[in-house]
Every structure is written in structure tokens, then in C-alpha cells.
């Protein structure tokens, strides 16, 4: 049995117990009051213990992690208060991670394993535009084509949009029109660098969870500064990292630590203008995905801006400070601290606008499953080193990791794009003109596609199409849900 991992020091000393550590947790605060300090701290907790850690590095600041803290005056300050014993700096195994290659291993997934319901997302496609491109994903299994990079979604889309007519009685009326949305929308991506993200070698997610030779957890952190320029493609690659790990891992029950523990900071991205289909399939892979061994943590600067379905899932709470210069703060101060255990000895609402940076209102979950009694309490100061690492250093860990190699080159194999564009035998779609990428499903790898049951995303949407998709199997997110792949 791992040792509970003491996090702060209150009225008393507090611990996140490893076996409820799945059960998922909230950073939340305004900016500059200490979020990223206790993200790093419960980071080395969790890595020590032998749990692996997915985390998204923002501002650039949590690559130090993989390096021993200095002699640093305000940690030296907080051993000192906290009366830390045996408090020593040390480093912790990391691996980087990105989307586009130059920070870190490049991380890339097939069109197909996106799915349609994920890029309708990132396309910011309406009902009808999300209803054809299920078509096309549909039309594709059907022709056995693989989707996998963006010019082999490209040629499907201008195959099924040249030859719409043929598909009409099959698979119901095609819009030119959304055709052309979706293509322009696979432009823009492409022009932003989405080209990158989608192909091959794809990410097999066994390669984030390991331990080094001492049994600590790995830490993976993926660069994302740069991918934070387009905030809608960060929420859904993270979206869709995290429906990856719910289809694959299996089902572990109660652990008594997690696999993994995956940190999705700026998380109120995920939910801005998401339709209610989609919060409804977050809402519950937050609360299955505990049985994987997986505990989901989301950071953001004020609680509210999580639905309200999905923060009752966030069993483990840091609140550091709030602003309450307008009645709107002032009601998001009063609606947060609502949201802990009552400590008869605490004024929540008041503390919370008076934290100090590194000073939080912490709860977690005792041996029971009840959330303990809030508390005021300064969180640990790390051991590893606080902000950034050089290029070099960071160069020197990506060359000596385990995998290194394994992603670095891309791999592009037949797919739908040369089957459509070169008339290859096994195609019995007509061809497209050359085009730009698409991508394919998780079954690309077995070498067949496999179907998946739509969920009822467009149940609101009265056309033809629509009532047709409802019907058809389709990949998308999170489909193991209710349907099997």
C-alpha cells in the first residue's frame, strides 16, 4: 500500500490518499495565486508513489520538473514555516511531448480515431455540417478506405462531394454546401499546422504510463504553448486524449493508487459553446473513467466555469484566491466556497479573497470516500526545480528517452488518399482529384475499419440527413460509451 501524499499543512496535515487519488480533483484560482506551484507539487507526489502523470504545460513553466530544485529563498521560507523534516531537492523522470514535433516526441492520431463528433467540434460545424461529415466517415468504412492523415480526408470529402448523387438513396441527401464548410474548415487546420497532429506512428498511450528503475511514475508533459494559440484545438486534442485512455485501459476497479493521473489545465476551453451532447459524454467519462485507474484533474481559474454536472465528480479540492471586485466575482466567490465541506471555525467566502499566493482552501477525501473538513492551509513547496529548462537540457532528455525514435518519423502508407487519387485496386469509390489529409480509424492499425454506434448528437436536427445519420455506425468520441467498436 502506497504512503498518503501530504500536499499542505493546515490546522493539521493534509494528505491525498493514494487509492482516492481516482477520484478526480480541482486546482482552481485566479491567476498568479499558485495554481501551477500545486500542480507541480501533487505531480511529484503522484510520480512518487509510481502513478504516471499527463499534464499540459501552458506557459512553459513545468519542464523544471525533470530537474533538482536550487537554493531558492521563498522555498526555503516554507520549509522553514511548515517545518518540513528530511525536505531535500531532487529531479523526477519526464518525457516531452508535442503536437508539433520540436519541443518534445511527436504525438500524432488518425483521422478515423478523432472521429467525426471531435472534428465537428473543432471545425465549429453546425448540426447538418456535423451530419455529412458522419457520412463521410460512414461512406468511407463502407469502401473500406482508411482515413488517416488530412489529404486522405480532403480526397474522401471531394470524392463523396463530386458524386453526391449516387449516395442519396443509401445514405440521404449531401449538402454541397456543408461539403465546402468542412473543407474550408480542413484548410484552416492545416494552415495552423493540424497537418502535424494527424498520421502515423499514432500514439499508443502504454508509452505515458511506465516508471523509471526507482518505481517512480513517469511525468509526461506536453508543450503546449504553442498549441494554446488555437484554444479550441488544445481543448479537443486533450478531449481526445482523454477518450483514448477511456476506450483502451481496462476496467481495474479501486485501485489503491491510479495508473495515471491526467491534469487538463485551462479547462473551462473544454466547455465554452460546447453543445449539450458533448458536456453530457464529458460528464461521464469523467465519472467511468475512475474504474480505469484514471483520476482526472482539471485546473481553472474560477470553479464556475466547470459545469456543474462534471465539478460534482471533483472529489479533491485546492481553492487558492479569488478576486471579488465586481458583484459577478463576488458571486462566484460566494457560489465557490458553497462547494466544500463547512469548517464551523472558517468564513469560506472571506477567506477565500484573502489567500496569500501558495495559500489555499483544501479538501480531500478521507479513507472513507467523504470529503474532509476545508481547511486554510500553504501548500508544500516542491523539490523539483520551479520554471523552465534550457533547450539544450530539454534536447538531452527527449534524445536519452526509452522512445526515442519511435515517433520521430512519420510513416504514410496506403490510404484513402492513393486508393482515390490513383484509382488503386480495393477502392470502389470513384476518384478525386489530388487533395489535402484525412484520417482513419483505430482499426487502420488492425487494417479494417470498425464500426461504431453514432451517438444521438444530431437528434435535434430535422433534415434528411440527420435522421439518416442517426441510424448509420460511425467512430466518434467516446463511442465505447454505449457501443462497441
Known sequence: MSDPILIAKGETDIFLLPRMANRHGLIAGATGTGKTISLQVLAEGLSRIGTSVFMADVKGDLAGISQPGQANPKVAERVQLLKLQNFAYQAYPVM???VFGEQGHPIRATVSEMGPLLLSRLFDLNDTQSAVLSLVFKIADDNRLLLLDLKDLQAMLQSVGNNAAQYQTAYG???AASIGAVQRSLMTLEQQGGDKFFGEPALDLNDMIRTDAKGRGMINILA?????????????FLLWMLSE???????????EKPNLAFFFDEA???????PKALLEKIE???RLIRSKGVGVYFISQN???IPEMTLGQLSNRIQHALRAFTPLDQKAVKSAAQTFRTNPKLDVATAITQLAVGEALVSMLDDKGMPGIVQRAFMLPPTSQIGPVTPAVRQQIIQSSPIFGRYEKAVDRESAYEKLTG???GSNLPAAAPAAPLTTARAAKAGKPEPTTMDKVLKAANSPVARQVEKELVRGLMGTLFGKR
Open 423 to 425: 484509382r488503386v485496386a
Open 224 to 236: 503546449a504553448d504553442k498549441l494554446m494559440l488555437t484554444p479550441k484545438t488544445y481543448a479537443t
Open 245 to 255: 485512455l477511456f476506450e483502451r485501459l481496462p476496467e481495474v476497479g479501486d485501485p
Open 173 to 175: 441527401n449531401i449538402s
Open 303 to 305: 470553479p464556475l466555469d
Open 96 to 98: 516531452f511531448w508535442d
Open 284 to 286: 461521464q467519462v469523467v
Open 268 to 274: 473551462h476551453l473544454l466547455f465554452t459553446d460546447a
